[in-house]
T-cell receptor, first 114, second 113 residues
Framework: DAGVTQSPTHLIKTRGQHVTLRCSPI?????VSWYQQVLGQGPQFIFQ???????GRGNFPDRFSARQFPNYSSELNVNALLLGDSALYLC?????????????FGPGTRLTVT | AQSVTQPDIHITVSEGASLELRCNYS??????LFWYVQSPGQGLQLLLK??????LVQGIKGFEAEFKRSQSSFNLRKPSVHWSDAAEYFC???????????FGTGTRLQVFP
């Protein structure tokens, strides 16, 4: 079975632009979470969606938004990009909601803001 | 506040030597604890997790971790390190009812032949 897939792999944007990152969960998984990993740091939780509803939000500005589609894939949108948004964005999927369900991480999208 | 501390930023060991990576957490309730490994260019892979019960947890790739409530620690161990274990290791804590994980800053493991 395919794992979690993310697109694009790499992305270069300019300050002030908008970006959309995409995530396809493992088949049958209904929960998708997004994390931001700045170089040299651990991942930071951005959003969780379960059954197409937002179930958790981290401490990120309103420039960050996300949604989950009927097929459980997800998009992360970031508006008005700042240099500090440069990071690896990780998507994780799980079959249920809660820590007892293992989260499977994708390879990430490397975003560079210049 | 909930937090995870990994005191060692970088550890270097010789192949075949034993390994212990430290993790301390601050969490209001009974924590769910995890160790993940991240190889260059890869996503995170779960090594092991602790929810309850036996405080010594076995994971994949020969890793184990011990939960010590009195010390708020969840240290990762391996008796004999292989060169392929070189990677970044992250300790994480999470609540039972959401997928939100709080990660430490990671420990980079370098293995010398």
């Amino acid at each position: 079975d395919a794992g979690v897939t993310q697109s694009p792999t790499h992305l270069i944007k300019t300050r002030g632009q908008h970006v959309t990152l995409r995530c396809s969960p493992i088949s049958g998984h209904k929960s998708v979470s997004w994390y931001q990993q700045v170089l040299g740091q651990g991942p930071q939780f951005i959003f969780q969606y379960y059954e197409k509803e937002e179930r958790g939000r981290g401490n990120f500005p309103d420039r960050f938004s996300a949604r989950q589609f009927p097929n459980y894939s997800s998009e992360l949108n970031v508006n008005a990009l700042l240099l500090g948004d440069s990071a690896l964005y990780l998507c994780a999927s799980s079959s249920g909601q809660g820590a007892r369900y293992e989260q499977y991480f994708g390879p990430g999208t490397r975003l560079t803001v210049t | 506040a909930q937090s995870v501390t990994q005191p060692d930023i970088h550890i270097t060991v010789s192949e075949g030597a034993s390994l212990e990576l430290r993790c301390n957490y601050s969490y209001g309730a009974t924590p769910y604890l995890f160790w993940y490994v991240q190889s260059p260019g890869q996503g995170l892979q779960l090594l092991l997790k602790y929810f309850s019960g036996d405080t010594l947890v076995q994971g994949i790739k020969g890793f184990e971790a011990e939960f010590k409530r009195s010390q708020s620690s969840f240290n990762l161990r391996k008796p004999s390190v292989h060169w392929s274990d070189a990677a970044e290791y992250f300790c994480a804590v999470g609540p039972y009812n959401t997928d939100k994980l709080i990660f430490g800053t990671g420990t980079r493991l370098q293995v010398f032949p």
